[in-house]
């Protein structure tokens, strides 16, 4: 059982950045970060592997988002800038073991999940 806590969420204007962390208790291959707005899918924001560091992002927010990881501390973080309107939801950072011929973009691909950090984007 791997046990992740999320943080930093919070109100912004547009244009603002905000920089949400994932702590988790354990480490395997990959963490991503999800979000979900109110009366939507949860939808795949961003990715990184553990070791090798390489990410992959929505089409959505690149260039607006990093995720970074701390193998150490056993953090991943995602920084968020230019936020936009359409930004706003419950964000959720997930942990995934090795799958073979996985892209760590679905849902599936992620074993344990948090509680999520709210995200508002508002004037």
């Known amino acids: 059982q791997v046990h992740l806590v999320e943080s930093g969420g919070g109100l912004v204007q547009p244009g603002g950045s905000l920089r949400l962390s994932c702590e988790a208790s354990?480490?395997?291959?990959?963490m991503g970060w999800f979000r979900q707005a109110p009366g939507k899918e949860r939808e795949f924001v961003a990715r990184?592997?553990?070791?090798?560091?390489?990410?992959l992002y929505a089409d959505s927010v690149r260039g607006r988002f990093t995720i970074s990881r701390d193998n150490a501390e056993k953090r991943v973080d995602l920084q968020m800038n230019s936020l936009k309107p359409e930004d706003p939801a419950r964000y959720f950072c997930?942990?995934?073991?090795?799958?073979?011929?996985?892209?760590?973009?679905?849902?599936?691909?992620?074993?344990?999940w948090g509680q999520g950090t709210q995200v508002t984007v508002s004037s």
């Open positions: 997930a942990h995934a073991g090795y799958k073979p011929a996985a892209l760590y973009a679905a849902r599936d691909d992620y074993d344990y």
């Open positions: 354990g480490r395997d291959y990959a």
């Open positions: 990184i592997t553990w070791y090798s560091g390489t990410a």
